[in-house]
């Protein structure tokens, strides 16, 4: 829930649930510090987006890191929390869920929405 948060005092509206996932290609950010030859430009992943982009109206590394994982095909990238000492977290392209990689909403009750007229009041 913090990461949904993030920099916000208050929490905006959501629909919390689980998922199943088998993906593979990924962008392992975990291993940044593990000896592989990465650009240079992926040691500031952690920058503040919004400061960079609404302060000092500049293009995010981060949006530049997206353009590159998604021009290279991979399917996401795992990245450490922020907000969570030793959590991860995924960022999935699901434009590019293919040969194998899938996420499925586990809702084993039927409890969330199957169309947009269940948020109808």
């Known amino acids: 829930?913090?990461?949904?948060?993030q920099t916000?005092?208050?929490?905006?509206?959501?629909?919390?649930?689980?998922?199943t996932a088998a993906l593979r290609d990924l962008v392992d950010l975990r291993l940044l510090?593990?000896?592989?030859?990465w650009d240079a430009l992926?040691?500031?992943?952690?920058e503040d987006w919004?400061?960079?982009?609404f302060d000092l109206h500049i293009e995010p590394p981060t949006w530049v890191l997206a353009d590159l994982v998604l021009a290279h095909?991979?399917?996401g990238i795992l990245f450490p929390s922020q907000a969570h000492e030793g959590g991860t977290n995924i960022v999935v392209y699901s434009d590019l869920l293919k040969d194998g990689n899938s996420v499925t909403v586990n809702d084993p009750d039927g409890r969330l929405p199957r169309d947009?007229?269940?948020w109808g009041l």
Do not use: I, N, V
């Not at 005092?9 to 959501?14: N, Q, S």
């Open 1 to 5: 829930m913090r990461e949904y948060q």
């Open 8 to 19: 916000s005092p208050f929490l905006p509206p959501c629909t919390m649930c689980s998922y």
């Open 33 to 37: 510090h593990h000896g592989a030859l």
């Open 42 to 46: 992926w040691h500031d992943w952690r």
């Open 50 to 53: 919004r400061h960079l982009k």
């Open 73 to 75: 095909g991979y399917t």
């Open 116 to 118: 947009q007229s269940s």
